[in-house]
């Protein structure tokens, strides 16, 4: 039996029971914001487990710094929409936001919009840093 390999497999597997969540815990975010009633029409936000209530889904600031740029945020987003189109295709998906005033947090960015062409020559709204 390699004897380094299998205290590091131990320690990995004890350190995740001890600081991790197992699968069912880890879902509860994506439950959460998918099926709680209260949610509904609130537009954009950071649901997860806070510190001292791991279990528990509540609206929290990111961690970091990237995470806080609404510019970034809105750029993830249209990504993520994009990718989503391809998989399921665009008249599958549900209306979603083009725009960063459609969502929850605009204000900050109201006045900052200026039209971009991509590669694919689409117009798109670009949100610009203040």
């Not at 949610?39 to 510190?51: A, C, D, E, I, R």
């Not at 791991?54 to 609206?59: I, M, P, R, Y």
Request: proline share 7%.
């Amino acid at each position: 039996m390699d004897r380094k390999h299998y205290l590091s497999a131990w320690q990995v597997s004890a350190m995740g029971k001890l600081l991790g969540q197992n699968q069912y815990h880890g879902a509860w975010s994506t439950l959460f914001t998918a099926t709680d009633p209260s949610l509904t029409g609130k537009g954009f936000g950071y649901y997860g487990p806070n510190w001292a209530g791991a279990w528990h889904a509540t609206e929290r600031q990111p961690g970091t710094k990237a995470a806080r740029n609404p510019v970034s945020c809105w750029r993830l987003f249209e990504e993520t929409v994009k990718v989503l189109e391809n998989i399921v295709g665009s008249k599958a998906m549900p209306p979603v936001p083009r725009h960063p005033d459609e969502s929850r947090g605009a204000a900050s960015l109201k006045g900052n919009i200026r039209s971009t062409t991509d590669k694919s020559n689409v117009q798109r709204p670009m949100a610009v840093a203040a």
